[in-house]
Structure formats: C-alpha cells, structure tokens
T-cell receptor, first 114, second 115 residues
Framework: KNQVEQSPQSLIILEGKNCTLQ??????????LRWYKQDTGRGPVSLTI?????NTKSNGRYTATLDADTKQSSLHITASQLSDSASYIC?????????????FGQGTTLQVKP | DTGVSQNPRHKITKRGQNVTFRCDPI?????LYWYRQTLGQGPEFLTY????????KSRLLSDRFSAERPKGSFSTLEIQRTEQGDSAMYLC?????????????FGEGSRLTVL
C-alpha cells in the first residue's frame, strides 16, 4: 500500500534552534517528493520538490534531503523563527494510475517558542 | 492577486442543507484538483479536472458530492444533504502540468462546519 509517514507528529523548539523533520514512504513507482508548509487555517505552500536523482535541495533556511534507496526524506530548518510555526507536510508523487497520485503524510506540527 | 482563489472561506450550515464552494485557479493552469482535509490530517484527494473534463474521482466522493468545471476555468464543489462528517477544510489546487511533475498551487481553502 502506498503510504507516507512523518515523524515526529509534533515538535516544540526554541526560537533560533535547528530542527529536522522525517518522512518515510512506501510509494512505488516514485516520481518526486515535496515538502509543503501549511500555516493554521491556510492552504499548503510548496517549499521544495525533489526528483529521484536529487539528494538535497535548499530553499532559504529550509533544506530537504532525499534517499531514494531507503525511501526516506528529511526537512532541516536552520535558525528557526516564530513564523516557522506551522504544519509541515511531506507529499510523494507516484503510484500506478495514469494520472498519478499525490500521497500526503499527516504532517508534523512545529511550534517555535520565543 | 493571481493565486488560487476559493470562496467562501468559511461556511457554517445545518445538517441536511446543500453547500457549494467555488475555486478560481491560476488563469493559465489547465489542471484543477479538490482535496479534503480534517484536523491533524494531510489533505485527501477528491477529484481532478483537466480543462473541463473530470478525469478522476476518489471513492471518498460519495454521490452527495458533485464537482464541475464547465468552461475549463473556475470549478464548483457541491455537497448535498450535508452531514456532520462533511465538516472539513476543502482545498482547491491548480497546476499547468501533470500532478506528477508540476508545481501544485493551493488556495486558502473553504472551511465547512456542519451543525
């Protein structure tokens, strides 16, 4: 079954600290992996998209890594800010249907405290 | 603002009533998607349009749900005879390439509360 699992479910850190969010997936065939940031009550906003051949991709203080062999990805946030408080959703594109599917993880809720 | 626009942003209704949500995608995007998201969960796929053609529907989309995109531009999602279990955020997204490879842009969502 195609699944995307994220850990931890929630995380609290102090402003200025770094953190790493994890994503494991069992989607096959694999097309790409995306990380989205979703503020409370808002729509998701894309942070990164990585294809099979990409191991790492950065977007400002956000750095995503992908290990297609172990089917794992991580999102590292450097020097966290209060505005980083949000849900971070890992999404894998793939599956066997003609149109493909975006398979969403449940998200990690990050709270950055002053 | 040229992003994906959804309205209304919030809707409170009584059980048994019908509701309709509208999505205006980014103008050059020919692909439009509807998702449902409940608290603490990731979005779940409901249906997808390429231009005016509805190409795929999830089993989550019961016969009380209907989506249209009559002219290949805006889309509507109607829920008939709402139930409390329909309470959720309904997200619309658009893309100009396949879901596989194209960047997906989400709207701010329409939050439905069924009393």
């Amino acid at each position: 079954k195609n699944q995307v699992e994220q850990s931890p479910q929630s995380l609290i850190i102090l402003e200025g600290k770094n953190c790493t969010l994890q994503c494991n997936y069992t989607v096959s065939p694999f097309s790409n992996l995306r990380w989205y940031k979703q503020d409370t009550g808002r729509g998701p906003v894309s942070l990164t998209i990585m294809t099979f051949s990409e191991n790492t991709k950065s977007n400002g203080r956000y750095t995503a890594t992908l290990d297609a062999d172990t089917k794992q990805s991580s999102l590292h946030i450097t020097a966290s800010q209060l505005s980083d408080s949000a849900s971070y959703i890992c999404v894998v594109s793939g599956g066997s249907s003609n149109t493909g599917k975006l398979i969403f993880g449940q998200g990690t809720t990050l709270q950055v405290k002053p | 603002d040229t992003g994906v626009s959804q309205n209304p942003r919030h809707k409170i209704t009584k059980r048994g009533q019908n509701v309709t949500f509208r999505c205006d995608p980014i103008s050059e995007h020919n692909r439009l998607y509807w998702y449902r998201q409940t608290l603490g969960q990731g979005p779940e796929f409901l249906t997808y349009f390429q231009n005016e053609a509805q190409l795929e529907k999830s089993r989550l989309l019961s016969d009380r749900f209907s989506a249209e995109r009559p002219k290949g531009s805006f889309s509507t999602l109607e829920i008939q005879r709402t139930e409390q279990g329909d309470s959720a955020m309904y997200l619309c997204a658009s893309s100009h390439r396949t879901e596989h490879t194209g960047e997906l842009f989400f709207g701010e969502g329409s939050r439905l509360t069924v009393l």
